[in-house]
């Protein structure tokens, strides 16, 4: 049985049940594919001038690396693609950090092949959607609201709700622990998608008869070891 079948199923047992259905989705390389996002200021760092001057060779190096090649770590990036120059290296972080979060890279977020699609047709069969994400409102809020809205995702209904961090300094997990109580009156839980394994234990633990998804895309390294029943989801897209 294909994804889209599972959850068509589901959302009308639940339904039918007498429950309404809660879908928990992440959104930074769960949803969304950060590559993009990630290529995108790594490039807009080399084509400064004094970049261009003090860094020839590992410009040149970036230039030929493509977007599919991104890593999680900017360094691990680097290191792929045979670039080991430490002050390189340091600045074009620092860059990466200044601009990663910040509005004008978030409009031009990409979602992966067939997740648009999914969560639609989890949208239009009752499932109320909860963007659960690590980003926060003051400074990435603008633009996450619109970017979804761009790409497509359901976003201004009753059955759409964000929930982002208040406070961008607070620990993610910590943050999506806390905000699990926001989800729970929404209705029955039936499954949550999430690309890093401690975020959706902490799920997993809250809600032990909803699906789990590990979106096993880019996460932080050395994740745990995932439990049991966590089910490894590579594509949403239909084969």
């Given at each position: 049985?294909?994804?889209?079948?599972?959850?068509?199923?589901?959302?009308?047992?639940?339904?039918?049940?007498?429950?309404?259905?809660?879908?928990?989705?992440?959104?930074?390389?769960?949803?969304?594919?950060?590559?993009?996002?990630?290529?995108?200021?790594?490039?807009?760092?080399?084509?400064?001038?004094?970049?261009?001057?003090?860094?020839?060779?590992?410009?040149?190096?970036?230039?030929?690396?493509?977007?599919?090649?991104?890593?999680?770590?900017?360094?691990?990036?680097?290191?792929?693609?045979?670039?080991?120059?430490?002050?390189?290296?340091?600045?074009?972080?620092?860059?990466?950090?200044?601009?990663?979060?910040?509005?004008?890279?978030?409009?031009?977020?990409?979602?992966?092949?067939?997740?648009?699609?999914?969560?639609?047709?989890?949208?239009?069969?009752?499932?109320?959607?909860?963007?659960?994400?690590?980003?926060?409102?003051p400074g990435m809020g603008q633009g996450t609201f619109e970017a979804m809205r761009r790409?497509?995702?359901?976003?201004?209904?009753?059955?759409?709700?964000?929930?982002?961090?208040?406070?961008?300094?607070?620990?993610?997990?910590?943050?999506?622990?806390?905000?699990?109580?926001?989800?729970?009156?929404?209705?029955?839980?039936?499954?949550?998608?999430?690309?890093?394994?401690?975020?959706?234990?902490?799920?997993?633990?809250?809600?032990?008869?909803?699906?789990?998804?590990?979106?096993?895309?880019?996460?932080?390294?050395?994740?745990?070891?995932?439990?049991?029943?966590?089910?490894?989801?590579?594509?949403?897209?239909?084969?």
């Open positions: 049985m294909s994804l889209f079948e599972t959850f068509q199923r589901r959302i009308e047992e639940t339904r039918t049940g007498g429950e309404q259905p809660v879908i928990i989705f992440d959104l930074d390389d769960t949803l969304i594919d950060c590559r993009h996002r990630k290529h995108r200021v790594i490039h807009d760092f080399i084509k400064q001038s004094h970049v261009k001057e003090s860094f020839a060779l590992e410009c040149q190096l970036v230039e030929r690396m493509s977007w599919e090649n991104v890593q999680y770590r900017v360094l691990d990036t680097l290191a792929q693609e045979g670039i080991r120059n430490q002050l390189f290296g340091e600045q074009l972080f620092n860059f990466w950090r200044q601009n990663y979060f910040t509005y004008p890279y978030l409009v031009d977020d990409k979602p992966f092949p067939g997740a648009l699609e999914f969560v639609r047709h989890c949208h239009d069969l009752g499932a109320t959607l909860v963007y659960l994400t690590g980003r926060d409102i790409m497509g995702f359901p976003s201004d209904d009753a059955r759409v709700h964000y929930i982002l961090k208040e406070d961008p300094d607070i620990n993610d997990l910590e943050f999506k622990v806390l905000a699990l109580n926001k989800v729970e009156p929404l209705g029955r839980v039936i499954a949550a998608f999430e690309n890093e394994l401690p975020n959706l234990h902490a799920m997993a633990e809250r809600f032990p008869d909803a699906a789990m998804y590990w979106r096993k895309t880019l996460y932080m390294p050395n994740p745990p070891e995932p439990l049991p029943h966590i089910q490894v989801l590579l594509h949403f897209k239909e084969t």
